[in-house]
C-alpha cells in the first residue's frame, strides 16, 4: 500500500499504521518544500505534502528551481531570493535529494534558527554518477560550516532507505553524523519518489506535524 494519511492514522510504506494525535499545529507556520535534480515541485509526495500541510494550516512553498539546464547553487539561490524578505522566524525546511544540500546552504546563512529540517535522501559530497555528479557538484561538493548549520535549525530529521538507487546508505548516515540527527531507515524506500510508489509519505507527515505542534 502506498503510505498515506487516512482518518488520523497514517501509513508507512509497509502498510502499518502509524497514530498520532490530531491535528493542532501553529497555524502561521512557513514551510518550504524543495526538490530535487531534474525535478519539479509536481512530482513525488510534494504536491501531497503541500496539501495535507495547508489542511492543518501551515503556509507552504514549493519553488520551482531551475534543473538541469542552469541548475547551480548560485541560480537556486537566487531562486529563493524572492522569499527572503518576508521569511517567517521557525520556519519549517523539507528537501528531497539535492534539496537537501541547498537547505544546508540555507542554513549557513539564517539570522535565527529554523524550527526543523527534514532532509530525504540526503548526502555530501560525490555520488559517483556522472549525470548526477556534474549539476551537483556545487551543492554538494564543497566545504561545509556544520557548527554553522547545526546552530541555524532547531532539529534535524534525515531519511534514507536501504535500497536507493542513486544514495549510497553510507552518504545519507555520514549527513545524519555531522548534524547530529538520528537515521531514519525506512526499509524498501528506494529513492522517495515515483518510481518507488512514494506519491504520499505519511511518516515524513507524521514526523512533521509533531515538530510542529513543539
Known amino acids: 500500500m502506498i503510505p498515506g494519511f487516512h482518518g488520523g492514522a497514517c501509513l508507512d510504506q509497509a502498510g502499518a499504521p502509524v497514530i498520532f494525535r490530531p491535528m493542532v499545529v501553529d497555524l502561521m507556520a512557513e514551510v518550504f518544500i524543495v526538490h530535487g535534480s531534474y525535478g519539479s515541485p509536481e512530482e513525488n509526495w510534494f504536491p501531497w505534502l503541500k496539501s495535507e500541510l495547508e489542511k492543518a494550516g501551515c503556509w507552504v512553498h514549493a519553488p520551482r528551481f531551475p534543473t538541469p539546464r542552469g541548475q547551480s547553487l548560485a541560480s537556486w539561490t537566487r531562486v529563493f531570493a524572492s522569499f527572503e524578505g518576508t521569511l517567517k522566524d521557525d520556519a519549517v525546511f523539507i528537501g528531497h535529494s539535492v534539496g537537501c544540500a541547498f ?38 561538493e564543497r566545504q561545509f560550516d556544520w557548527d554553522r548549520i547545526r546552530a541555524g535549525c532547531r532539529q534535524f530529521h534525515v531519511y534514507a532507505s536501504d535500497n536507493d538507487p542513486y544514495v549510497p546508505l553510507g552518504l545519507s548516515a555520514g549527513l545524519a553524523k555531522n548534524l547530529g540527527a538520528q537515521l531514519n531507515l525506512i526499509k524498501g524506500g528506494g529513492h522517495f519518489n515515483d518510481a518507488a510508489g512514494y506519491k504520499r509519505f505519511g511518516v515524513l507527515l507524521g514526523d512533521v506535524i509533531e515538530a510542529l505542534r513543539g
Do not use: C, H, Q, Y
Open 103 to 140: 537547505i544546508l546552504s540555507l542554513l549557513e546563512k539564517l539570522e535565527r534558527p529554523a524550527r526543523a529540517a527534514f532532509l530525504v535522501a540526503g548526502w555530501t559530497g560525490s555520488l559517483g554518477i556522472p549525470r548526477f555528479d556534474t549539476i551537483n557538484r556545487s551543492f554538494a
